[in-house]
């Protein structure tokens, strides 16, 4: 059965701080790794990641995949309050239609 | 400012049927990702049009596709239509893409219902 892990659960810095969230994996038939952010209602994506070592990149924000270790991290860099929110990761396999997701990671910036 | 509009809101089709759906994204806003919600899989992201370039694509089959035009508008569609079809497809859009915590603005939502 696939499974993704995030770690932390949960995470409260103050602005201007940088964190760092992880997600781990085990999927057969890997096809892509997938960051969301959700604040309210639905995730909004940020990334996508296919391949190791090429990290993507957005504002503060970026990402990296190990294919080999089986785990993805995501950067915020100078958080800021507009960051809070509960950051998901979900991995894709090959089978059309399906996304394992983690059970997230709370962050909260104060202010 | 108008926000996303979609069209139609509801859709009834068969089984075999195909389907085209629209998105007109925020004046300004370049980048449109469409999702499908269930209530079994939760938020699926299909993909992700920037400057008429698909810039990413979920994991769905090939009978799902979409494209973008200059004027930012978007249309998704669907060929051969199968039960699990069924769902709430959602438009967003985006100043930039590959938002990286930029806001999505979302769209009221097509409900698709397949017989």
């Known amino acids: 059965e696939d499974k993704v892990v995030q770690s932390p659960l949960s995470l409260v810095v103050h602005e201007g701080d940088t964190v760092t969230l992880n997600c781990s994996y085990e999927?057969?038939?890997?096809?892509?790794l997938l960051w969301y952010k959700q604040e309210k209602k639905a995730p909004t994506f940020l990334f996508m990641l296919t391949s190791s070592g090429i990290e993507k990149k957005s504002g503060r924000l970026s990402s990296i995949l190990d294919k080999k270790e089986l785990f993805s991290i995501l950067n915020i860099t100078a958080t800021q309050t507009g960051d809070s929110a509960i950051y998901l990761c979900?991995?894709?396999?090959?089978?059309?239609?399906?996304?394992?997701f983690g059970d997230g990671t709370t962050l909260t910036v104060k202010p | 400012k108008a926000g996303v509009t979609q069209t139609p809101r509801y859709l009834i089709k068969t089984r075999g049927q195909q389907v085209t759906l629209s998105c007109s994204p925020i004046s300004g806003h370049r980048s449109v990702s469409w999702y499908q919600q269930t209530p079994g899989q939760g938020l699926q992201f299909l993909f992700e049009?920037?400057?008429?370039?698909?810039?990413n694509k979920g994991n769905f089959p090939g009978r799902f596709s979409g494209r973008q035009f200059s004027n930012s508008r978007s249309e998704m569609n669907v060929s051969t239509l199968e039960l699990g079809d069924s769902a709430l497809y959602l438009c967003?859009?985006?100043?930039?893409?590959?938002?990286?915590?930029?806001?999505?603005?979302f769209g009221p939502g097509t409900r698709l219902t397949v017989l």
């Open positions: 049009y920037f400057s008429e370039t698909q810039r």
């Open positions: 999927v057969t038939n890997f096809r892509s």
């Open positions: 967003a859009s985006s100043r930039t893409f590959n938002p990286g915590g930029n806001e999505q603005f």
């Open positions: 979900a991995v894709d396999n090959t089978n059309a239609g399906k996304s394992t």
